[in-house]
């Protein structure tokens, strides 16, 4: 399994194929399978929720223009989202009054991403495939790349061992095709529709599959920001995108508090597992995740952290639950637990690929911020490729399970031993 064809596929034959794709600079647009337009029309599902497909993605960007309180935090209004994306859209679809024409969305494809190694775990019959997920980049008005990407993250509403196989070797037969012809598209397009289609998952809000939607940006105002959206219901059958808390990171201004400590000493054991989930408030009543991530490459620490340099034990390679904590939060992940300069999958100039992350690709000897003697290795697409493969064909079916019993995430049997965290941070933008 080759992870370019079957993991990240950020080719130019891919993302720029004149049939699926539309890059934002040409005369006259398009809405095929893998344009954003296209995505954001199948999450409005018009026939199902009565929603339209324009205003659904305008109300979405207006969510910039003021602030919103999340958990009790502010995530602050930047404005110029006005100036780089709505009013130049809003002139190209015809001038005011005009509803956004979806088929000349100002927003590029950089990467089509198999996440099958952040499926749960879960007894036989049950459990997900993990996700699917398209990455898109922003185009100003002269149709320059700048620094502001978006993720549409999609939950594979498939359960069981026979399904998720089934789901695991359509993605490692791309591998067998030639990257970037007919048939190896037709075959990628057969796999993206299970996911992006309207309906394709009539258990969630409005049809969709998609877990969540993900910003990361710099382009409307400093500080780097990422913001978290999830569909949710608007009024009778209609559906919106709402900004929601930012997954598995606190409140930027908890940074340095007592209160991160004391999560951190009384989560220890299951942040050193990673099976643990960072709750919405901490303590009870009190808000705890961010309504955003501001990212200017801080570290995340407390001085009343349990485990450090003079604690006994003290803090190792094996043993950090400040760094493996800070790991699983969206601006550690995109910063300097990983020296990565903001984003994982970079904006990108017509013709040419999206630059990738080191810990995308492979890195190694990455110092710990606060303990500088402590590296680590980091390799995501490793991590993400043929190793989470070996349990299929040996796991007996009379076990009963696909997974290891009670385990909420995936252990593995061979492999790097650093990928069994790295299976749950998922960042791929």
Known sequence: MNNNESLLINDVSVVQDKTRTYDGCSASGSMGKWTFGYLMQQMANQSATGTDPS?????????????????????????????????????????????????????????????????????YGGGNAGEGRFVFGVMDSSCNPRPFTVIFEYGIPKAGCFSVRNWA??????????????????????????????????????????????????????????????????SGSQVQLQQVVVKQTT?????????LGDYINANQAQIQNNTYDVPTQFPPGQGFLGASSINQQDVWNASNIAVNTTSVPPVSTTLNPRHFFALGTCNGCHGRETATPFLHIANRAAGSPAGLSGFLTGENNIPDPVVPSITYNFNDLLCAGPWTWTRWPTRPASSGFLFDRGASRTKRTSGPAYCDRLDSQGATS
């Not at 659904?56 to 100036?83: H, K, P």
């Not at 007919?182 to 057969?190: S, V």
């Not at 409140?251 to 209160?259: K, M």
């Open 55 to 123: 205003a659904f993605v305008a109300s979405w960007l207006q969510t910039w223009m003021s602030n919103q309180t999340v958990n009790g935090f502010t995530s602050a209004q930047r404005t110029q989202i006005n100036n780089l994306v709505i009013q130049p859209w809003i002139t190209r679809s015809g001038g005011p009054g005009h509803p956004l024409d979806l088929a000349l969305a100002p927003f590029r494809l950089l990467a089509i991403v198999n996440r099958l190694n952040l499926r749960s775990a879960g007894v």
């Open 169 to 234: 070797q359509q993605w490692e037969h791309l591998s067998s095709l030639t990257l970037g012809t007919a048939a190896f598209n037709a075959a990628l397009e057969a796999i993206t529709d299970q996911f992006t289609a309207a309906g394709a998952n009539p258990a969630k809000v409005g049809g969709t599959t998609l877990d969540q939607l993900r910003t990361d940006e710099i382009a409307l105002t400093f500080p780097w920001e990422l913001r978290e959206f999830h569909e949710v219901p608007l």
């Open 251 to 259: 409140e930027s201004s908890l940074n340095g508090a007592t209160v």
